[in-house]
């Protein structure tokens, strides 16, 4: 059931992506390596939880499907960007070769920049969005996305390279950044479909549980998965990064990583139709790539 | 009168620069690092034109001057990459260390992506705009600084190193790199202040022309000007870029400028309280640094 949603989910989301990307034609070259940086075999998770929030709510996807672009486009900007050899400095990302390798770093920092552009200008020039909704995305994307959030927890991550961190710095690098565009992604369709605060609330906590969760899963990958299975090296050991496993062990990991599932289950069961987001949930914890 | 003014306004920009800078708290280092790339040393050519687009139509700069300081962080943000080794690998800039000298690259690359993203989350929050306008404003921003604009342009730019282009590549270089954010320094305020359209398609075409000046003023300097003078090496000819002194010659070049300052000078003369926007054109043909 679910496997089938997510795979429909995301050919969907990747016809958008595709349509999206067909606006940018001339430079060529440029439009090419715009095309290879965004549409690069992910699992396209975060505009999944999007459509999975209008599903929750029982809403059209017209209502965010431009946002959920702008959203995957900053993420993928974000990759491109750490992958660069003055961060994570990675060679291949999902078995395919990072956009610095296959061009050059000039390159992948443009395109890495005007991704993260153009994805305002999409929900700035919405045909399906009112005014004060484009504004209250973009303040929120903005802020998850910016110094107090996703490039924020980068920076703190890098500047951690070597040395072992303390449990307070490893959660503040986590929650900012991958867990603010996680929680984005469950936000920004909350805000558009003027869902209650409380409700609100309680998806925004959910989020924050299972973008905690995707990184301590994603730490233990790192140590348990194989380049067949990731698709890159594992490399936070290459670059003795302080990870939940190094601070605590993988037993100790695997439990608090299973705490997390459980809570945000236990959110979920306060909402009608969330089949698919028990799924997903447990998914997450269970994931091999 | 001109030098007062630019020297009066730059110090009300840069005290909003700073005034929003201090938002940027913790993590401390990177904060510090933001305030580096931002408080350069720079014209704030940019913000400075904003700000005379409210004298001309005497209106107050409490309308702009959030938009003013987002697009100065949008310009910050250029310089930092521009700067990076694998752009123009610059080692100074007005005198001083660039940001990767100063820091490394990877602080460079996130400082970078986080004034882009910080500039959006100033609009979108600002409490001078409204949400019609902001909307107008952020579009238009992202569609000069992305793809279609300054990045695009770098990104030709770029790719055009060591070889020698046509006027047409040279002139979307210049259109785009340097031109988009001129052009988006004139016509965001008018977007704001509702100016005319009539009005506004005349102020566009001026700050195309402005634009232009500038670049070729620029390509003339890297040639004739020092580094006392710029604060920086001359880096075309090292870069073996296509300047318009490379392609017409040192003199014709000096011509092109002047037909430039005057059809944008003729331009300011439909317009009342003109004084100061008439001397800023003649300064850009006529500045040395």
Known sequence: MLKEYLSQKKELIEKELQKNLRKYLH???????????????????R???????????????DNIKDVATAL??????????????????????????????????????????????EAFNIIATSDYINDKNKVNVMSKLSEYAGFFGMAGGQFVDIKSEHIKVSY???????????????????????????????????????????????QIKDD?????????????????EKLEKTTYPSLFGLKKSKEILNEHISEAKKILKDFENNNLLMELTEYIGKREA
Chains 1, 2 share one sequence.
Do not use: W
Request: some cysteine.
């Open 220 to 236: 233990i990958l790192d140590i348990e998965g194989t380049f067949e299975k990731i698709g890159k090296k594992p490399s936070d």
């Open 47 to 61: 505009p999944i939880l999007m459509y999975m929030m209008c599903d929750l709510f029982q809403r059209s996807y």
């Open 168 to 214: 307070d710095t490893l959660k503040y690098i986590h929650e900012n950044k991958t867990g603010k565009l996680i929680t984005a992604a469950i936000e920004l369709p909350l805000i558009i479909l003027n869902v209650n605060q409380i409700r609100k609330e309680k998806l925004i906590k959910y989020s924050r549980l299972i973008g905690t969760a995707f």
């Open 72 to 117: 995957e486009f900053i993420h993928c900007y974000s990759l491109v960007h750490d992958d660069l050899p003055a961060m994570d400095n990675d060679i291949y990302r999902r078995g395919k070769l990072t956009v610095h390798t296959k061009y050059d770093e000039a390159t992948a920092i443009l395109v890495g920049d005007i991704l993260l552009t």
């Open 27 to 45: 430079p060529k070259t440029l439009s090419e390596v715009m095309y290879y940086a965004v549409m690069n075999g992910g699992k396209r998770l």
